[in-house]
């Protein structure tokens, strides 16, 4: 009896996003370009870009090439798979560190480079949650993250969370920022703004609030919630790392 995958009914993308099966290119007729796995990616990465995820189909991707949407079908098997290979391409190529620079300003780079990554292709957020499949680019972005961790004393669960503590920050900061703005700038002068009008009137009930929301809007250091909740995080680890060391 075959023995069943452990990747169940994502097989398909798991062998498409490693390429443990062959591709096969369609050769070029005319004055129609060939089409490959990874221009079909790129077509949705700038649909989903533009237009988010929802707008995304097989039939709108093969429209950009000038296909039919039967011809996709021999490079990638349908929607899901397509998804999984643009995250994938989407995600990019991991920062690779230089252990002397320390675990802190690595750590620091990653999430900086993450936080850049979710802001350029917002739709990323929504995709990458629930069960399903890691690609190569995905997968290199952990390796990245724990390599900048080697040398600490945290042992290897501790690294995994450390790495996982980082990353919900940075998700939840790029979800912060598309959700309170219809632009991908600057979101905390605009909250303020909304507070500052609802509070109008209101600071007998809400004193505190009041208090900060009047602070915060005179301050000059506004739009650092990322910033202020990495170092945050970092300072934490950093306790842990010198208790382990002395431990």
């Known amino acids: 009896m075959k023995k069943k995958s452990i990747f169940g009914d994502r097989a398909r993308s798991i062998a498409l996003l490693w390429q443990l099966t062959p591709v096969r290119e369609r050769p070029h007729r005319g004055p129609k370009p060939g089409l490959s796995v990874e221009r ?7 649909i989903a870009d533009a237009e988010g995820l929802v707008a995304v189909s097989m ?11 039967m011809s996709l079908y021999r490079y990638v098997p349908s929607k899901t798979e397509l998804v999984d290979l643009m995250i994938d391409m989407a995600m990019g190529n991991a920062p690779v560190f230089d252990r ?5 300003a690595n750590l620091e780079t990653w999430a900086g480079h993450m936080w850049s990554i979710f802001r350029a292709h917002p739709w990323l957020l929504g995709a990458t949650v629930g069960h399903r499949v890691i690609g190569p680019n995905e997968l290199g972005w952990m390796e990245s993250a724990l390599t900048a961790l080697e040398g600490t004393p945290l042992d290897g669960a501790e690294k ?5 503590v980082v990353l919900g920050h940075v998700r939840n900061m790029a979800q912060q920022t598309m959700t309170t703005s219809s632009q991908q700038g600057a979101d905390e002068p605009l909250l303020l703004e909304l507070l500052t ?3 109008r009137g209101r600071a007998d009930r809400y004193p505190a609030t009041t208090r900060v929301v009047t602070s915060a809007s005179a301050s000059p250091l506004q739009n650092q919630g990322f910033e202020f909740g990495l170092a945050r995080i970092l300072d934490g680890l950093g306790h842990l790392i010198v208790r382990r060391s002395y431990s």
Not at 100 to 104: L, V
Not at 160 to 164: F, H, I, P, R, V
């Open 40 to 46: 079909i990616a790129e077509a949705g990465i700038s």
């Open 100 to 104: 002397a620079a320390g675990w802190r």
């Open 160 to 164: 995994l969370d450390a790495t996982l």
């Open 197 to 199: 009008e609802l509070l």
């Open 59 to 69: 039939q709108r991707v093969a429209a950009t090439f000038g296909f039919t949407t």
